[in-house]
């Protein structure tokens, strides 16, 4: 049993509500929002293991977001997630901390095994 | 027309062709995205041999939601589609609403990052007019880029178009406070749109919170 604490920031609702519930069966304890004040109020108040962020999200900044997240706990992996090859804005976030980035439209093995490598990463820092 | 203007131009063109295709792209793996989820998840709740009526219920439910984004995705390619194709010809008879919707279409990713509302007030009967629609979108697009880099989140731009004395109309109107500090430090080529324009036998007004363009009406024949 996994029960990772995940937060999935995106705001395309269809594509994260389907994606948690894909987690969920995976044992994979999720909480989605959908713009970034929404994603902040969760984080502070259950922090998760592992973010998943889309840095495009409208109204917030991503990567402020992820700066904010490290600075609250640094073992708090991120994985940032994206719908286009804006290289120079994953560039900025692996440069800000970020575990790994990931492509849309996603494959759940790829983007499992990257979940429990960062969760195996955060346990290591925590140790 | 120099050559310098004439690079510079291209330049220009070039950019604002890839910025709709950056968008498209984006777009159309969004909605890729939300399908392969979706297929993904259906294929998951069979493998754990999930039934009964609540399930039938999340199948139909999901499906829908599939076909909803194969629907928005085909607009999108029409929208494209008719935009490339206004490329063929130099000059054409076109509707000003027609081109003036897929622009927006195509751009509304760029606003919605900013959570900047693009909505549009067109006038209805507007009449057929012969002349380059695509630098008119070119233009349009210009304009309305800078007005969304210069706007505050939670604003509103409205594209206006009519009629008057011969002309057709476009007018960018926004609702939403500057930010200045933006405004400042960008460098906008306001030389090379004029050149365009005039090319185009239009003009630009730009008054506090509406841009005005105005090209002499050359009602088609068609």
């Not at chain 1, 800000?96 to 969760?119: H, Q, R, V």
């Not at chain 2, 259906?42 to 439910?61: T, W, Y």
């Given at each position: 049993?996994?029960?990772?604490?995940?937060?999935?920031?995106?705001?395309?609702?269809?594509?994260?509500?389907?994606?948690?519930?894909?987690?969920?069966?995976?044992?994979?304890?999720?909480?989605?929002?959908?713009?970034?004040?929404?994603?902040?109020?969760?984080?502070?108040?259950?922090?998760?293991?592992?973010?998943?962020?889309?840095?495009?999200?409208?109204?917030?900044?991503?990567?402020?977001?992820?700066?904010?997240?490290?600075?609250?706990?640094?073992?708090?992996?991120?994985?940032?997630?994206?719908?286009?090859?804006?290289?120079?804005?994953?560039?900025?976030?692996?440069?800000?901390?970020?575990?790994?980035?990931?492509?849309?439209?996603?494959?759940?093995?790829?983007?499992?095994?990257?979940?429990?490598?960062?969760?195996?990463?955060?346990?290591?820092?925590?140790? | 027309?120099?050559?310098?203007?004439?690079?510079?131009?291209?330049?220009?063109?070039?950019?604002?062709?890839?910025?709709?295709?950056?968008?498209?792209?984006?777009?159309?793996?969004?909605?890729?995205?939300?399908?392969?989820?979706?297929?993904?998840?259906?294929?998951?709740?069979?493998?754990?041999?999930?039934?009964?009526?609540?399930?039938?219920?999340?199948?139909?439910?999901?499906?829908?939601?599939?076909?909803?984004?194969?629907?928005?995705?085909?607009?999108?390619?029409?929208?494209?589609?008719?935009?490339?194709?206004?490329?063929?010809?130099?000059?054409?008879?076109?509707?000003?609403?027609?081109?003036?919707?897929?622009?927006?279409?195509?751009?509304?990713?760029?606003?919605?990052?900013?959570?900047?509302?693009?909505?549009?007030?067109?006038?209805?009967?507007?009449?057929?007019?012969?002349?380059?629609?695509?630098?008119?979108?070119?233009?349009?697009?210009?304009?309305?880029?800078?007005?969304?880099?210069?706007?505050?989140?939670?604003?509103?731009?409205?594209?206006?178009?009519?009629?008057a004395n011969g002309s057709i109309i476009i007018k960018i109107i926004t609702d939403g406070n500057l930010i200045e500090a933006e405004r400042e430090k960008e460098d906008f080529p306001y030389e090379t749109y004029n050149a365009v324009l005039k090319?185009?036998?239009?003009?630009?007004?730009?008054?506090?919170?509406?841009k005005t363009f105005t090209f002499p009406l050359k009602v088609s024949d068609i």
């Open positions: 049993m996994s029960h990772t604490k995940v937060l999935l920031v995106d705001d395309e609702v269809e594509f994260a509500s389907a994606l948690a519930e894909r987690l969920q069966m995976r044992d994979y304890d999720v909480k989605t929002a959908s713009n970034g004040l929404e994603a902040m109020a969760l984080f502070h108040g259950s922090p998760p293991d592992i973010v998943i962020l889309d840095l495009r999200i409208p109204g917030m900044d991503g990567l402020e977001i992820l700066k904010n997240i490290k600075i609250f706990d640094p073992t708090i992996e991120v994985l940032i997630l994206t719908g286009h090859g804006d290289v120079e804005s994953v560039a900025e976030g692996m440069k800000n901390g970020a575990f790994e980035y990931i492509m849309k439209p996603i494959d759940i093995g790829e983007l499992t095994s990257k979940i429990d490598m960062a969760m195996k990463k955060r346990t290591g820092s925590r140790a | 027309m120099t050559d310098n203007f004439e690079r510079e131009l291209r330049f220009l063109q070039l950019r604002f062709i890839g910025k709709i295709l950056a968008g498209f792209t984006h777009e159309s793996k969004n909605y890729l995205a939300i399908i392969k989820e979706s297929a993904g998840l259906i294929d998951d709740m069979i493998k754990l041999g999930k039934s009964g009526e609540a399930a039938s219920s999340q199948f139909l439910e999901i499906t829908h939601s599939i076909e909803e984004q194969i629907e928005k995705s085909t607009g999108l390619f029409k929208y494209l589609n008719r935009f490339s194709h206004r490329m063929d010809t130099r000059l054409s008879a076109f509707n000003c609403n027609e081109a003036l919707e897929e622009l927006m279409a195509l751009i509304n990713r760029f606003a919605n990052q900013k959570r900047i509302e693009l909505a549009k007030d067109f006038q209805q009967d507007m009449p057929l007019i012969y002349g380059n629609p695509s630098l008119i979108q070119f233009l349009v697009f210009s304009f309305l880029e800078e007005t969304i880099k210069t706007l505050d989140k939670n604003s509103r731009i409205i594209i206006k178009t009519g009629t090319h185009l036998e239009g003009k630009i007004t730009p008054e506090s919170g509406v």
